[in-house]
């Protein structure tokens, strides 16, 4: 979710510096390059080398020790950050800044850069609440700099009070936001994708299912994130490692996909239904392990809800995607499922091609939608298919707007 993206920590002195580690590493795990400078004070509370194991860089704190000849670090610093959050702030950095004073590393970097700066305050509730620092934060806010307001709690000093360091987790979740690319054609739309098979329980030891990869979902939730989806993907049992910034939920029967679809249909904007859901499954779960006999044996087996019928029935304001796979009549028998179910549009998967199908990193499509489109999409990688053809049910339902449903 932060790849690629560039945060610069400035580190000021209060017992809240521990908390900056966690954020430090929180933002690296998500994948920032963050860099690190900090103030003599910060350094009383934790040493450099611990923020320069969790950034991976260098950390900064004097501003005559140049590391690299050809540049100037506080200026190579305050270009090269795409964000700078002070964490902790201390009321001593507020009143600096707001005061255009620069005597050391993080106040002359705060000072030479271009990029937003976000100051995140700790400190004794007293001093939270004194005029003049009231006074600076409200000069900063004027001149365009964000402050993530510190939160209510037993304070280190033995008050209790405003003046906690905002949990490292909001930080993070506020970074990201900030990042998340406005303007494109999903921002603010929540998708909802299933993905995978299911399994359905015979004993504690076996199950039934089928050999569904779980890759195609998996690529329409890349794809809907990357065109700006707040995308949640409920997934059966696979083997693939999440795309980045989806939320996953991970379910294994067809009933608990149901209860995890249902929870997150009413908002919904868009579903889609890749999840090869099992049909049946056996009319009992053993408690034990059945044991084997000389005879032969059957498992009763009953039907499973079918879930994209029955968010059809609930269907409002959702654009509802169904999958099929078919292996002759591909584009009756899609038709018919697409009526049958009141979907919007169906991705039908002709199993006979030996390019697409099951586990293959390609598919061969053929969207239909109840507007009348029929479009076959030719063997390609199933990433390229997946945003080709969210791309088409945007611009079909944007430009169509005749879905009456
Ligand atoms: N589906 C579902 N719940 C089920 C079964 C299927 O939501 N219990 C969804 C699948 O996720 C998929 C679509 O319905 O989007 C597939 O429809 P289905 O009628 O099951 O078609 P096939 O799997 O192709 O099976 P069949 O041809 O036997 O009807």
Same mark, same amino acid.
Request: aromatic share 6%.
């Given at each position: 979710m932060l790849a690629n993206k560039k945060i610069l920590i400035c580190v000021t002195g209060g !017992?809240?510096? &521990?908390?900056?580690?966690?954020?430090?590493?929180?933002?690296?795990?998500? @994948?920032? %390059?963050?860099?690190?400078?900090?103030?003599?004070?910060?350094?009383?509370?934790?040493?450099?080398?611990?923020?320069?194991?969790?950034?991976? =860089?260098? /950390? &900064?704190?004097?501003?005559?020790?140049?590391?690299?000849?050809?540049?100037?670090?506080h200026i190579d610093l305050a270009d090269w950050a795409d964000l700078v959050i002070v964490a902790p702030a201390t009321a001593n950095v507020i009143g600096k800044v707001?005061?255009?004073?620069?005597?050391?590393?993080?106040?002359?970097?705060l000072l030479a850069t271009t990029a937003e700066v976000w100051f995140a305050p700790a400190m004794n509730v007293n001093m939270y609440e004194k005029r003049s620092v009231i006074r600076n934060i409200d000069t900063l806010a004027k001149d365009g700099y964000r402050f993530i307001e510190p939160s209510e709690g037993f304070l280190a000093c033995g008050y209790v009070g405003k003046g906690r360091l905002e949990e490292p987790e909001k930080i993070v979740k506020l970074v990201q936001e900030n990042f998340v690319p406005k303007n494109l054609p999903l921002t603010g739309k929540k998708v909802v994708i299933t993905a995978g098979p299911t399994r359905e329980r015979i004993d504690p030891v076996r199950y039934v299912s089928n050999f569904s990869s779980g890759?195609? @979902? &998996?690529? *329409?939730?890349?794809?809907?994130?990357?065109? @700006?989806?707040?995308t949640i993907l409920v997934s059966g049992p696979v083997s693939l490692n999440?795309?980045? @910034? /989806?939320?996953?939920?991970?379910?294994?029967?067809?009933?608990? *996909?149901f209860e995890a679809v249902s929870r997150n249909y009413d908002d919904a904007e868009i579903v889609i239904k890749a999840a090869a859901v099992a049909d049946y499954r056996p009319a009992?779960?053993?408690?034990?392990? !059945?044991?084997?006999? #000389?005879?032969?044996?059957v498992i009763n087996l009953e039907r499973t809800t079918d879930i994209l019928k029955t968010l059809g029935e609930r269907k409002q304001q959702q654009i509802l995607v169904g999958f099929a796979a078919e292996t002759e009549n591909v584009i009756e028998n899609g038709m018919g499922k697409l009526e049958r179910? =009141?979907? %919007?549009?169906? +991705?039908? =998967? #002709?199993?006979?091609d030996p390019d697409g199908g099951f586990g293959n990193d390609t598919n061969v499509v053929t969207l239909l939608s109840k507007n009348g489109?029929?479009?076959?999409?030719?063997?390609?990688?199933? =990433? #390229?298919?997946?945003?080709?053809?969210?791309?088409? +049910?945007i611009e079909e339902v944007k430009v169509g707007n005749s879905h009456d449903r």
């Open positions: !017992i809240a510096v &521990y908390k900056a580690v966690a954020l430090v590493s929180k933002l690296s795990q998500a @994948g920032a %390059d963050v860099k690190v400078v900090m103030t003599k004070s910060a350094m009383e509370f934790v040493t450099p080398l611990t923020f320069q194991a969790m950034s991976r =860089n260098d /950390v &900064y704190f004097d501003t005559f020790d140049e590391k690299d000849s050809r540049v100037i670090a707001a005061n255009g004073i620069s005597d050391d590393m993080v106040t002359t970097v890759k195609m @979902g &998996y690529a *329409m939730a890349e794809a809907a994130t990357k065109l @700006g989806a707040k999440p795309p980045s @910034g /989806v939320q996953v939920i991970h379910v294994e029967s067809a009933a608990e *996909m009992e779960i053993h408690p034990q392990k !059945i044991k084997k006999s #000389d005879s032969d044996s179910k =009141n979907l %919007d549009f169906i +991705i039908i =998967n #002709d199993v006979t489109t029929n479009k076959l999409y030719p063997a390609m990688p199933k =990433n #390229d298919l997946a945003t080709l053809l969210l791309e088409a +049910i």
